[in-house]
């Protein structure tokens, strides 16, 4: 009777294999943000979005009803990241396997003013690479791209 309940309970418990952790970045640029990610440098590829480190519910003075970025993704509601704020991505997500990592930025301005079909063909967007080193380590800083190379 013991072993069977010795097995129920370790068949209860989850393994060190099925614990997420989010990642915590920081948004560095001086625009509040809506901030998607792909493993793909392709906008219409977006798959996942980053969150919020702070109770958006909490600031009832900004909308974002009127705002319809990417559909289809993990998201349950349009979420923007203030500037010098923190949000979340999930570790699995984050590399999956791979060693970079897309963020798509677009301002909460532009996203209020613009459809999402005039964001992507204008280019009313930019990127932020994060790539992981040899040892696993990476930037958490969210910026804009450098160099006009990059913000292509």
């Known amino acids: 009777m013991l072993s069977i309940v010795s097995c129920f309970m370790a068949s209860c418990t989850s393994s060190t294999d099925d614990?997420?952790?989010?990642?915590?970045?920081k948004?560095?640029?001086e625009?509040?943000?809506f901030i998607a990610a792909s493993h793909y440098d392709d906008i219409d590829s977006v798959d996942f979005q980053l969150f919020p480190d702070y109770d958006m519910l909490a600031n009832g003075s900004v909308y974002t009803d009127d705002v319809s970025l990417w559909s289809g993704i993990n998201?349950?509601?349009e979420c923007f990241v203030y500037p010098d704020s923190a949000?979340?991505?999930?570790d699995y997500y984050l590399f999956n396997d791979?060693?970079?990592?897309?963020?798509?930025l677009v301002k909460l301005s532009d996203a209020k003013m613009f459809s999402w079909h005039e964001i992507r063909t204008c280019g009313l967007y930019q990127r932020c690479v994060i790539t992981k080193n040899r040892k696993g380590e990476f930037d958490r800083i969210i910026r804009y791209a450098d160099t006009a190379e990059d913000k292509k």
């Open 87 to 90: 949000c979340l991505v999930d």
């Open 19 to 25: 614990v997420r952790q989010d990642v915590i970045f």
């Open 27 to 29: 948004n560095g640029t």
């Open 31 to 33: 625009d509040t943000l």
């Open 98 to 104: 791979k060693d970079t990592c897309y963020f798509f």
């Open 75 to 77: 998201a349950q509601r």
